[in-house]
């Protein structure tokens, strides 16, 4: 059964940091590339970044340049979201997701595997 796993969200304060984790199942996790997604309340889910499977990484999102970094670890088939210097406007569902193109994007279509997503809220 194929699944992601997103975890790590909650809430925290502005400026403060948290990790999300996407753990893969099901399918071979080193053979897909991995993207971030998320969708504040009223509006469309966003690409963030992705991650190809030799580790290299596409940043989609001008507001999150230089503040959000993804890596990998394809041997615990877990990808990671680092989230610095956090901001309301980050508030949000995340969701990871799972490609076999090698050129991933911010395309959702292009996706082939989902997680149900974590919250992430940013507030004082």
């Known amino acids: 059964q194929v699944q992601l796993v997103e975890s790590g969200g909650g809430l925290v304060q502005p400026g403060g940091s948290l990790r999300l984790s996407c753990v893969a199942s099901?399918?071979?996790?080193?053979?897909?590339?991995i993207g971030w997604f998320r969708q504040a309340p009223g509006k469309e889910r966003e690409g963030i970044q992705c991650?190809?499977?030799?580790?290299?990484?596409?940043n989609f999102a001008d507001s999150v340049r230089g503040r959000f970094a993804l890596s990998r670890d394809n041997a615990g088939n877990t990808a990671y979201l680092e989230m610095n210097n956090l901001k309301p406007e980050d508030t949000a569902n995340y969701y990871c997701?799972?490609?076999?193109?090698?050129?991933?994007?911010?395309?959702?279509?292009?996706?082939?595997?989902w997680g149900q997503g974590t919250q992430v809220t940013v507030s004082s």
């Open positions: 997701a799972a490609t076999r193109r090698i050129l991933c994007s911010d395309n959702r279509s292009q996706y082939d595997y």
């Open positions: 099901g399918f071979a996790f080193d053979n897909y590339a």
């Open positions: 991650i190809s499977k030799s580790g290299v990484n596409r």
